[in-house]
């Protein structure tokens, strides 16, 4: 009795689609792709990359490169106020589109983080290239001349051991007093990390190349 109560009081609406005369549905409508001030209700959006004392003179000297990436390739304006020491960016009405601005502001970030205009230009080309940084002091804590030897090991001679491990891990390495920065992929970025958070406990820089070896031909096999 309860079923048949049930589906008694429940109502099923059905609606039918609009039908030409001869029967069938009408055409779909097409809409050509929004673009990018499209997108953001016609807003101008904006980007501001601070730029440091010691990068006034690398970007002088790489903005022509800077300026042919960004206005030209990305199709995004971009100006250095002098006054703020910042450099500027934002998106035109004939912007691609509005990823591109987020991606121009990280490879300019990149580089005023220490890494050469060639390394960071490869955050605009790939999709798959990430920067991470962290500080000694988030490993372990150390003073005085502990933290002077814990950034000698992990320069090593003539940056002998930042290269090893660059080149094994298809990472690029700035180290920049106590903040190290490292960029590459999601995977690289691990095993490089690794290495370095071993040299910074005291590991010797032989054991951690030999571990470098055996970790590098498994990402080679996997990839």
Known sequence: MQNTEAHASMEIETTSEPRNESGSLPPKPKFEPLKAHEMSDGRVQFRKVPVPPHRYKPTRNNWEAIY???????????????????????????????????????????????????????????????????????????????????????????????????????????????????????SSIKVARDSLCSLILGSPAGKVYSKLRQVSARLAERF
């Open 68 to 186: 042919a990436l960004v206005y030209n390739d990305m199709k995004i304006d971009i100006r250095m106020n002098l006054k703020a020491r910042r450099i500027e960016l934002k998106t035109r009405p004939d912007t691609p589109d509005i990823s591109h601005l987020q991606k121009c502001a990280d490879c300019l970030h990149a580089f005023m983080l220490g890494f050469d205009f060639d390394d960071a230009r490869s955050l605009v080309r790939m999709d798959e290239i990430y920067v991470d940084s962290f500080e000694i002091k988030d490993v372990k804590t150390l003073r005085g001349e502990h933290l002077s030897r814990a950034i000698g090991r992990l320069s090593g001679k003539g940056g002998r051991t930042k290269n090893a491990i660059e080149n094994a891990t298809r990472t690029r390495i700035v180290i920049a007093d106590t903040k190290i920065h490292i960029m590459g992929t999601f």
